[in-house]
């Protein structure tokens, strides 16, 4: 039996995707053995990104600026915006470099299964942003399972009665079927954005 404080970190970090407890006793010891070169700074960076990164209330992507660096960003093409299901996969679309407009970041698809409706996704908010003028095309990248086509023609219905002018198009699906953008090659995100078509 280790010490509680042992306990309590592996514990937190068995918590994290991709790590069981087996893996978390395991980093918990390579951590405690890498005092000075990765534990302090990694609990310094840990403390420093809880205090300092924030959804950004334009499109919910994570920055230390609000509005975010793609929002703030005056070459971006604004005529385009895009809709994502993560913020990760909104990385995902960046590390690609196919995309040049601006994202929307729903933080889920609906599920009413889970009591996931449109107002915990922001659709009312990405309606009012998109009926303001401006976007000719939203893309949705959302992802190829149920839930998120579900949602992808639910906000396509709303765009369509807030937003008649704007060309709503989707992804290709080239991509593996329950595929999330942040399990694609760039190559792939590419492919699928330069095919997308009318939703
Ligand atoms: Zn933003």
Same mark, same amino acid.
């Given at each position: 039996m280790a010490a509680p404080e042992i306990e309590k970190l592996v514990t937190l970090l068995a918590r994290l995707p991709g790590l069981g407890p087996r893996s978390a006793r395991r980093a918990a010891l390579t951590l405690l053995r890498r005092r000075e070169a990765l534990m302090l700074p990694l609990a310094d960076a840990l403390a420093k990104a809880a205090a300092e990164v924030k959804s950004c209330t334009i499109c919910g992507n994570l920055d230390a600026r609000d509005p975010c660096g793609v929002c703030a960003d005056e070459r971006r093409d604004p005529t385009q915006l895009c809709v994502v299901e993560q913020v990760a996969d909104l990385w995902a679309m960046e590390r690609a470099g196919a995309f040049r407009g601006r994202y929307h970041v729903l933080g889920g698809t609906l599920?009413? @299964?889970?009591?996931?409706?449109?107002? &915990?996704?922001?659709?009312?908010?990405?309606?009012?942003?998109?009926? &303001?003028?401006? *976007?000719? &095309?939203?893309?949705?990248? @959302?992802?190829?399972?149920?839930?998120?086509?579900?949602?992808?023609?639910?906000?396509?219905?709303? @765009?369509?009665?807030?937003?008649? &002018?704007?060309? *709503?198009?989707?992804?290709?699906?080239?991509?593996?079927?329950?595929?999330?953008?942040?399990?694609?090659?760039?190559?792939? *995100?590419?492919?699928?954005?330069?095919?997308?078509?009318?939703?």
């Open positions: 599920s009413a @299964l889970d009591g996931i409706g449109p107002d &915990e996704l922001g659709i009312p908010k990405l309606a009012a942003r998109v009926a &303001e003028g401006g *976007i000719t &095309e939203v893309v949705m990248a @959302l992802p190829a399972t149920v839930d998120g086509q579900t949602t992808a023609h639910y906000i396509a219905d709303r @765009l369509a009665e807030a937003a008649p &002018e704007a060309n *709503i198009t989707r992804l290709a699906h080239g991509m593996p079927v329950g595929g999330a953008l942040d399990y694609m090659d760039d190559g792939t *995100i590419q492919a699928a954005l330069k095919a997308r078509r009318p939703v």
